[in-house]
C-alpha cells in the first residue's frame, strides 16, 4: 500500500501571523490542527505529497496537473512577500500519471498551464510542513487542479493517483485543499445564505465519517448556494482511499470569518473492498434516474424521447400516440433546458410558437438543446442517463413599464431594441431581482448596459 495517509485542510491567508497580524488567532483551533496534521505527515516520512488546490489553474473539461521541474511562490498579493517557498515536482509520477489518466479515458495532462508560480491554497499547506521540519529536499509534490467534470471522474483521477503511486513504489500522503461555504456570516465578505452552514455541516458529517458516498452525491443546488470552494478536491481525495478502510478523525471546524475552515484526517488501514464508492455511485446514480423518470409527466417524457432518439440515431422522433390533447391541440413557445449534475446542459426555446402544435414544438427545442447550444458541445450517448430535464411552456408576453410590474420568481423578462431581442426565464437560480434579469437578457441580445430597451413580462408553466 503506496498511501500512507490524507487530510482535508483549508487555505485561509489569514490564518499565517505574517498576513493576519493578530487576527489569525481568531481561528486558533484550525492553526493547532493544521500543526497537528503537518507534524504527523513529517513523521510518516512520504516520498511525494499530492495536492489538489481549486486556485491552481482550473478547466472546465480537464484537470490541469503542473509541469516541469518544480515551481516557487510567495504570499506577496496578501501583502506578505516575506513568505516564500518553493518545492521540487515529481517528474516521474507526473510522467506516468498523464499516460495513466490517457489511457483511462480521463482528461488530464500538463497542458495549458497558465502561470507557474504556487498558488495559496498549495502554499497554506506547505507553510505549515515547512514549520513542521519537512524537508523540502528529499520530498518531492504533485500540484493538481480541479474541474468542472463531475464526481465520478473527480473521484476516478484520485483512483488512478493511488495505482500510479502502486506502480512506481511510492509512499504518498495526500492533501486535499479547499475551503468549506463562504457564506457563512451577513457581515462576511460573501454574505449569508442558509444553505451555507447546512452544506458545512453536511460536508464535515461525511468527511468526519469518511461517508464517501454521501461526499459524492451531495446536492448540487445546496453546493452551489453555499459557495463552496473545496468539493471537488475532497472528491479526488476520496478517490485516492478507494477500496482502504479508513478511520476519519475530526480535528477541528470554524467559520469565523464567514468562511467555512474545517480539517479532518484520515487514517489509512488495510484493503476493504466494500468500500468501493465508484461502483456504489454509478448504482446511485442509475437508482436517482429512475425514480426522475417515474416522476416525469408528458411534457418531459416527451423532451426526454426526442433528445433521446436525437442522439441515438441522428433523427427527428415521431411524434408518439396517446399525447395529451394539451401538446397535440395546442400552439405555444416553448423552452427545453438541460441539466447535468446540477450545472446547465443546453437551453433552447421558442419565444412563440413555430411548429404545428406544442407537442412539435418541445421536440425541435429539445433536439436545439442538445445539439445546437452554442455554449456547449453536444449531448453524448453517455451522458444520457445523467440528464435532467425542464421543460417551460410560456404565456403571451406583456408589455410592461416599469421594474415594479417584474418579479424574478414569477414572471419573465424579454427586452428589445432595434431589432435585437433577449429573453430570460423566470425562477432561475441565482437571479434574485428584475435588474438582475434585465441585465443577463440584454447580455443574450447584444445590447449595452446603457441601451434602453422596451420590456415585457411573461408567465410559465414549467415542467420538471
Known sequence: MSILGAAAVPHPPIILPEVGRGEEEKISATTTAYEEVARRIVELEPETIIITSPHTVMYTDYFHISPGE????????????QVALAVNYDVEFVQKLTSSTMAEGVAAGTLGERNPSLDHGTMIPLRF???????FDSVKFLRIGLSGLDAADHYKL????????????RKIFFLASGDLSHKLKADGPYGFVDEGPI?????????????????LTMDDKLCSRAAECGLRSFWIMAGALDKLAVEAE????????GVGYGIVYFNVGAADDSRNFATQLERFKADAAAKRRAKED????????????????????????????ELTNRRAGAFVSLHKDGNLRGCIGTIAATQDNLAEEIIHNAISACSRDPRFDPVTIEELDDIEYSVDVLGEPERVFSLKDLDARRFGVIVENDGRRGLLLPDLEGVDTPEEQIAIAKRKAGIRPEEKVALFRFEVVRHH
Open 70 to 81: 518544480g515551481a516557487a511562490g510567495t504570499m506577496e498579493q496578501f501583502r506578505a512577500p
Open 129 to 135: 510542513l515547512q514549520k513542521a521540519g519537512l524537508d
Open 158 to 169: 484520485g483512483q488512478i493517483i493511488a495505482h500510479v503511486a502502486d506502480e512506481i513504489g
Open 199 to 215: 452544506f458545512d455541516g453536511q460536508l464535515m458529517n461525511n468527511l468526519s465519517r469518511a461517508d464517501f458516498l454521501s461526499l
Open 250 to 257: 475530526r480535528l477541528s471546524y470554524e467559520g469565523t470569518f
Open 298 to 325: 408528458a411534457f418531459v417524457k416527451l423532451a426526454r424521447y426526442s433528445l433521446e432518439t436525437f442522439v441515438r440515431t441522428r433523427k427527428t422522433a415521431v411524434l408518439p400516440d396517446h399525447l395529451p390533447e
